[in-house]
């Protein structure tokens, strides 16, 4: 069964450190997302991307965040001065829909942790 | 913004059917209702999605009521595996563009 996948698995980084998350999405999904969860916390929902661009991005996706679709088949999340606030778990996920199709395949997730 | 809310934690005992309830007030007309299911330290697993009325799958069913303001996921004769955190997701239209969000999360534990 295809799946999404993650890495790394864990990423420790120094606090103003450029930190770049990678994810392989299920390959003929068009819609790709990322997420985050601070431990103990629901997930919340950082950006959308389609066709090459952001769709939509939360109020947590400030200018300290970028992300891109490098090659054909990966999708990253660069957090360009992380701040200890950022400690949490980055989840990617696909679809093949976009907006009002939400079945969403996630990945195993990245946990970040900012010294 | 939307606020999507649900009851923190449930508890059941096994073989038992659970009903677990959201609210979304502001879901967005088009959107869809999606049910996901977490384990600690992974990523949230799609159970069920729908629109109106009721849909069933082979591990649970969807009831949304006409005015689609909240969703009841349905887990029939649970069993300990079913324990876990389980998340309703829908589409905020409201402020002219899209976003998702998750619900608050409830907390199912299942006793023996």
């Known amino acids: 069964e295809p799946e999404v996948t993650q890495t790394p698995s864990h990423q420790v980084t120094q606090m103003g450190q450029e930190v770049i998350l990678r994810c392989v999405p299920i390959s003929n999904h068009l819609y790709f997302y990322w997420y985050r969860q601070i431990l103990g916390q629901k997930v919340e929902f950082l950006v959308s991307?389609?066709?090459?661009?952001?769709?939509?991005k939360s109020e947590i996706f400030d200018d300290q965040f970028s992300v891109e679709r490098p090659d054909g088949s990966n999708f990253t999340l660069k957090i360009r001065s992380t701040k200890l606030e950022d400690s949490a778990m980055y989840f990617c996920a696909s679809s093949e829909g976009g907006p009002g199709y939400n079945e969403q395949f996630f990945g195993p997730g990245t946990r970040l942790t900012v010294l | 913004l939307a606020k999507t809310t649900q009851p923190i934690s449930m508890d059941s005992y096994e073989g038992q059917e659970v009903n677990i309830t959201c609210s979304h007030n502001?879901?967005?007309?088009?959107?869809?209702i999606t049910w996901y299911q977490q384990f600690p330290s992974q990523g949230p697993r799609f159970i069920i999605q729908?629109?109106?009325t009721k849909v069933t799958n082979e591990v649970a069913s969807l009831f949304i009521p006409a005015d689609r303001k909240s969703s009841t996921l349905s887990l029939p004769r649970v069993s300990l595996s079913d324990t876990a955190v389980y998340y309703c997701?829908?589409?905020?239209?409201?402020?002219?563009?899209?976003?998702?969000?998750f619900g608050t999360g409830t907390r199912l534990k299942v006793l023996a």
């Open positions: 502001n879901i967005a007309t088009n959107d869809y």
């Open positions: 991307f389609y066709n090459n661009e952001i769709s939509e």
């Open positions: 997701l829908v589409g905020d239209g409201t402020s002219g563009t899209y976003k998702y969000i």
């Open positions: 729908g629109y109106k």
